[in-house]
Antibody, heavy 123, light 111 residues
């Protein structure tokens, strides 16, 4: 059964870079049918897609965050990572990683999700 | 101010049927499929419905989805106390080179 686990600092200072890693177990990150995505949820608010990556390194990002986001993949470790630069308090959120299934006819869906990790931006 | 519009709350009594709406536009729901996610308190979202009306393995057939034009709906029949959760719709949006958009979420209360 595929599982995803987020890891990284729970506290980041304003203007610094948030860095998180998602470790995939129970399956290969190099599967051809899947992308791998990051989604976040500010406390008490809704979900926001950050971006997704294919095992080849092909990425696509939320236009509203694109200038600050970098997503990368390490197939040897079965991991993918998120970097969000110049963070502010508005970036405080629970960050989830998820497998992103895409099909020939649809943009797909996110399933399963990691348990999420809370990142607080504060000095 | 989510791109997809959901009612903030919904409620029903055990055994009842409830529906949750999701309204979008021609660039998202109008031209792409809709997914629904269930988020139980304190947990990560879980895929509930994909491709408008498909249920993943393990999701009870009490849950069903539909789409018409630029709107979609999630229906829950035979409401149970364990259905109390937040529900989110999501769709791909073709604008701005494409991106995923979510609804603001609907908190379902089982009375």
């Amino acid at each position: 059964q595929l599982q995803l686990q987020e890891s990284g600092p729970g506290l980041v200072k304003p203007s610094e870079t948030l860095s998180l890693t998602c470790t995939v177990s129970g399956g290969s990150i190099s599967s051809s049918s899947y992308y791998w995505g990051w989604i976040r949820q500010p406390p008490g608010k809704g979900l926001e897609w950050i971006g997704s990556i294919y095992y080849s390194g092909s990425t696509y990002y939320n236009p509203s965050l694109k200038s600050r986001v970098t997503i990368s993949v390490d197939t040897s470790k079965n991991q993918f990572s998120l970097k969000l630069s110049s963070v502010t308090a508005a970036d405080t959120a629970v960050y989830y990683c998820a497998r992103h299934r895409r099909t020939v006819t649809t943009a797909g869906w996110f399933d399963p999700w990691g348990q999420g990790t809370l990142v607080t931006v504060s000095s | 101010q989510s791109v997809l519009t959901q009612p903030p709350s919904a409620s029903g009594t055990p055994g009842q049927r409830v529906t949750i709406s999701c309204s979008g536009s021609s660039s998202n729901i109008g031209s792409n499929t809709v997914n629904w996610y269930q988020q139980l308190p304190g947990t990560a979202p879980k895929l509930l419905i994909y491709s408008n009306n498909q249920r993943p393995s393990g999701v009870p057939d009490r849950f069903s989805g539909s789409k018409s034009g630029t709107s979609a709906s999630l229906a829950i029949s035979g409401l149970q106390s364990e259905d109390e959760a937040d529900y989110y719709c999501a769709a791909w949006d073709d604008s701005l080179n494409g991106h995923w958009v979510f609804g603001g979420g609907t908190k379902l209360t089982v009375l």
